[in-house]
């Protein structure tokens, strides 16, 4: 018998039932059996550990949807289980893995390998994506049923965007039968194919060469044209300029299955932030222009932007400390994910409610995952937030094996104190 767990004076928010109100949350056998001021009029259970959460917001847990894991290939950048410990750090009860790995996640056994891994070293649920095409190349699609039966619940070319059309039309009317998702980011393959940063003024001041946005969105119109011809699913992983925004709104307005999402670091920092060459902001899609920021930001608080990612991106100082150009792209953010993500509601500029939702309820319900949610009966994955609890994002503070952060020394207001999964507390601030 698992012992019964009360956590009480809190304030509750739940998206998914558009729950915000004082009370407690009663966890029993690793599910929420109660919830709200109800459960909170009731008392604690003989026997039960109470927890008193006064000041404390209790969400679910967050879900993260793009996630870049080491392993297998790269193990001294992360490791399955140093991310989730991460994740479990930034209040994240659920991610799912990328499939670029080396080997990459294109078939049946690497799939069941990170699945395995999870089971056995991971405090936190990964649920792995798997490769749209044969070694990410774009050109063969893998075995989309046999892939999610073993365990896969999207197919992506993770940081590889799809070039060819005709693959991309047959990969949708395919997955379509499945009922599977296909999360892609959109880049031509020509067009700024050598820009490293946002094109623009500031471009031309620092001397690198610059991708414009219609990079970003030409390629974009072309997917959501694709996804309303062949009524399939379709997410674009992360976009950066409010035409892009724009244009997913338009395609669901013509009856489009569409989602989109947006990094965490799209929305709380800009080119500027570039300063002299700092390669831990060279990001792919590069950072955009503040008034771009501005937009994003405004779009995700509307709903036309659906979730906020954190695109944790392991990466290394042999890959990190070189000349801007040269660097390779990507961040970490399991960690600060969350609290970046308070800015924006300590700005006034998104409600709380609405930044759970991308964070948690959104996610979930996207990719078909059982998390998001603090209904009874729900597993109990539940992040317990201190909106008000000053920090400083220093490296010796991270737990992740990397430590590429845009943020690194950055303040921040609020963050993740406790994490539950399954009605076990796997993270505690003490």
Same mark, same amino acid.
């Given at each position: 018998m698992t012992r019964t767990t009360v956590l009480k004076n809190l304030r509750i928010l739940d998206p998914s039932s558009n729950l915000d109100e004082n009370g407690s949350i009663v966890i029993e056998n690793g599910r929420i059996a109660a919830i709200g001021s109800g459960a909170h009029n009731q008392g604690a259970p003989e026997g039960a550990e109470i927890v008193d959460g006064r000041g404390v917001i209790a969400a679910p847990g967050l879900v993260d949807a793009r996630v870049f894991v080491g392993e297998p290939g790269a193990e001294h950048r992360e490791t399955i289980e140093s991310a989730s410990r991460a994740a479990a750090a930034g209040g994240v009860t659920t991610f799912i893995t990328m499939p670029d790995t080396d080997p990459v996640i294109d078939d049946i056994a690497l799939v069941e390998f990170v699945l395995k891994n999870a089971r056995d070293k991971a405090i936190v649920n990964i649920h792995p994506a798997a490769a749209l095409t044969k070694g990410l190349a774009g050109e063969e699609m893998t075995e989309f049923g046999l892939l999610k039966d073993a365990g896969a619940v999207a197919f992506t070319n993770g940081r590889n965007p799809m070039h060819n059309a005709q693959v991309l039309?047959?990969?949708?009317?395919?997955?379509?039968?499945?009922?599977?998702?296909?999360?892609?980011?959109?880049?031509? &393959?020509?067009?700024?194919?050598?820009?490293?940063?946002?094109?623009?003024?500031?471009?031309?001041?620092?001397?690198?060469?610059?991708?414009?946005? /219609?990079? /970003?969105?030409? *390629?974009?119109?072309?997917?959501?044209?694709?996804?309303?011809?062949?009524?399939?699913?379709?997410?674009?992983?992360?976009?950066?300029?409010?035409?892009?925004?724009?244009?997913? &709104?338009?395609?669901?307005?013509?009856?489009?299955?569409?989602?989109?999402?947006?990094?965490?670091? +799209?929305?709380?920092?800009?080119?500027?932030?570039?300063?002299?060459?700092?390669?831990?902001?060279?990001?792919?899609? *590069?950072?955009?222009?503040?008034?771009?920021? &501005?937009?994003?930001?405004?779009?995700?608080?509307?709903?036309?932007?659906?979730?906020?990612?954190?695109? +944790?991106? *392991?990466?290394?100082?042999?890959? &990190?400390?070189?000349?801007?150009?040269?660097?390779?792209?990507?961040?970490?953010?399991?960690?600060?994910?969350?609290?970046?993500?308070?800015?924006? +509601? +300590?700005?006034?500029?998104?409600?709380?409610?609405?930044?759970?939702?991308?964070?948690s309820t959104r996610p979930a319900k996207i990719f078909g995952l059982d998390a998001g949610t603090l209904a009874p009966g729900a597993k109990a994955d539940i992040v317990l937030i201190d909106p008000d609890e000053p920090w400083l994002a220093t490296k010796e503070t991270f737990v992740s094996r990397s430590k590429n952060t845009p943020f690194e020394d950055a303040r921040f207001t609020g963050r993740a104190v406790s994490t539950y999964v399954a009605g076990k507390r796997v993270h505690s601030l003490g």
């Open positions: 039309r047959r990969a949708m009317t395919y997955a379509r039968e499945f009922g599977s998702v296909i999360a892609l980011e959109t880049r031509d &393959k020509y067009l700024g194919a050598g820009g490293v940063m946002n094109e623009g003024l500031l471009a031309s001041w620092l001397g690198l060469s610059g991708s414009p946005r /219609e990079a /970003e969105l030409i *390629p974009l119109e072309r997917d959501l044209r694709i996804a309303g011809l062949t009524r399939g699913k379709y997410h674009a992983a992360q976009i950066s300029v409010p035409e892009s925004a724009e244009a997913v &709104k338009t395609a669901r307005q013509r009856g489009a299955n569409v989602t989109c999402g947006i990094s965490i670091n +799209h929305l709380t920092l800009n080119e500027n932030d570039i300063g002299e060459y700092r390669t831990f902001f060279k990001l792919s899609p *590069p950072l955009r222009g503040e008034d771009d920021r &501005k937009a994003m930001v405004d779009a995700l608080a509307r709903g036309d932007i659906d979730i906020i990612v954190s695109s +944790h991106d *392991p990466q290394d100082v042999d890959t &990190k400390r070189l000349p801007f150009a040269d660097a390779a792209d990507g961040a970490i953010g399991l960690e600060t994910m969350l609290a970046a993500a308070l800015r924006l +509601h +300590h700005s006034g500029e998104v409600p709380l409610m609405r930044l759970i939702d991308a964070l």
